[in-house]
Antibody, heavy 120, light 107 residues
Framework: QVQLVESGGGVVQPGRSRRLSCAASGFTFSSYGMQWVRQAPGKGLEWVAVIWYDGSKKYYADSVKGRFTISRDNSKNTLYLQMDSLRAEDTAVYYC?????????????WGQGTLVTVSS | DIQMTQSPSSLSASVGDRVTITCQASQDISHYLNWYQQKPGKAPKLLIYDASNLETGVPSRFSGSGSGTDFTFTISSLQPEDIATYYCQQYANLPLAFGGGTKVEIK
């Protein structure tokens, strides 16, 4: 069965970096674009970034552009989110999500989420 | 960027009631709209895709309609297990955008 397992969350100081991982299993990871979505405590969902199935294209929300980098290692079935210059407003649960089709944006599988808290 | 305006932000209804949530896009998104359900502490769950298509395994009391800029999500007969927050999501263009959410409670 499809599984997405995020890791890497924790408490990080403002201005520092953190890398999140999303380990995928149960499907052909290299055949799907993947995305990150976040949710600040008590708030709604916010799209963060997408990477094409082969890593050839990447797009970001304006709120993270220039600070976050999405990447993937298809040989390890793993998606990453490198977060630099973190701010308090980046505090959120970060979800990785898989679409129903290769480059689609209808998400039928989500990870359980990993909480990133940016605080001094 | 496309903005999604969802209303109401919360509602309280009785078991068996018909519940309706609306979502308005700031520009024409055709049918590129999804609806998700999120329970506390859990990841979102896809209920409706392409505005009106019921995801496999989702009860038929859930439905969606609309196209262009105006969309509706309906629970025909509210059940206790439907207590959750519901989000619309457009995928006509990047950046993807979610509505602000509607928290559904039992009266």
């Amino acid at each position: 069965q499809v599984q997405l397992v995020e890791s890497g969350g924790g408490v990080v100081q403002p201005g520092r970096s953190r890398r999140l991982s999303c380990a995928a299993s149960g499907f052909t990871f290299s055949s799907y674009g993947m995305q990150w979505v976040r949710q600040a405590p008590g708030k709604g969902l916010e799209w963060v970034a997408v990477i094409w199935y082969d890593g050839s294209k990447k797009y970001y929300a304006d709120s993270v552009k220039g600070r976050f980098t999405i990447s993937r290692d298809n040989s390890k079935n793993t998606l990453y989110l490198q977060m630099d210059s973190l701010r308090a407003e980046d505090t959120a649960v970060y979800y990785c999500a898989r679409p129903t089709t290769r480059d689609g944006s209808v998400f039928d599988y989500w990870g359980q989420g990993t909480l990133v808290t940016v605080s001094s | 960027d496309i903005q999604m305006t969802q209303s109401p932000s919360s509602l309280s209804a009785s078991v068996g009631d018909r519940v309706t949530i609306t979502c308005q896009a700031s520009q024409d998104i055709s049918h590129y709209l999804n609806w998700y359900q999120q329970k506390p502490g859990k990841a979102p769950k896809l209920l409706i895709y392409d505005a009106s298509n019921l995801e496999t395994g989702v009860p038929s009391r859930f439905s969606g309609s609309g196209s262009g800029t105006d969309f509706t999500f309906t629970i025909s007969s509210l059940q206790p297990e439907d207590i959750a927050t519901y989000y619309c999501q457009q995928y006509a263009n990047l950046p993807l955008a979610f509505g602000g959410g509607t928290k559904v409670e039992i009266k």
